[in-house]
């Protein structure tokens, strides 16, 4: 009876622990989990998404994206929603990487911060483009984009 009352506890409290996660907006991420991302980056992974505005964007006639990829790529489209394993990239920083889609707003904001300090020193790049809608899953040729300094990407998350 007792190894039973402690069972139900424990599903309760994991049962509270899962509704207040699923609250917060997505998943979380740790210190590990946001050097296992950015090192996908500094090993040749590419990351394209967009930016969805605040209100009503289904009334969109434009959509921003933000494409993160190391310096130097000769890639003159992307997938919009792609996720690219580099050579030095692991299967596990793909996978949080994806995560990223799932995680809080905090999260996020976080982990382009994190990025942003890091253009500097190891030569990511940040480029906004602006297209019509597409499918999520369709190329997205960049035939004109502004490629972000440092600041350009932290304005973009006043």
Not at 24 to 36: A, L, P, W
Not at 76 to 85: W, Y
Not at 126 to 132: I, K, R, S, W
Request: hydrophobic content about 45%; charged content about 25%.
């Amino acid at each position: 009876m007792r190894r039973r009352a402690l069972v139900v506890l424990a599903l309760a409290v994991l049962a509270l622990w899962a509704q207040s996660t699923v609250a917060e907006g997505g998943k979380t991420f740790s210190e590990q989990d946001f050097e296992v991302v950015l090192g996908f980056f500094s090993g040749g992974g590419t990351w394209t998404f967009r930016l969805a505005p605040p209100t009503a964007p289904e009334k969109e006639t434009t959509w921003k994206v933000l494409v993160l990829r190391p310096s130097g790529s000769t890639k003159t489209s992307f997938q919009l929603g792609a996720t690219e394993l580099g050579p030095k990239s692991t299967i596990a920083s793909a996978q949080k990487v994806l995560d990223l889609y799932s995680a809080d707003r905090a999260t996020i904001v976080e982990f382009l911060r994190r990025y942003a300090d890091r253009i500097d020193k190891t030569g990511f790049e940040a480029q906004l483009v602006a297209m019509p809608p597409v499918k999520q899953g369709a190329r997205v040729p960049i035939k004109a984009a502004v490629r972000l300094t440092k600041q350009g990407l932290l304005d973009l998350l006043k």
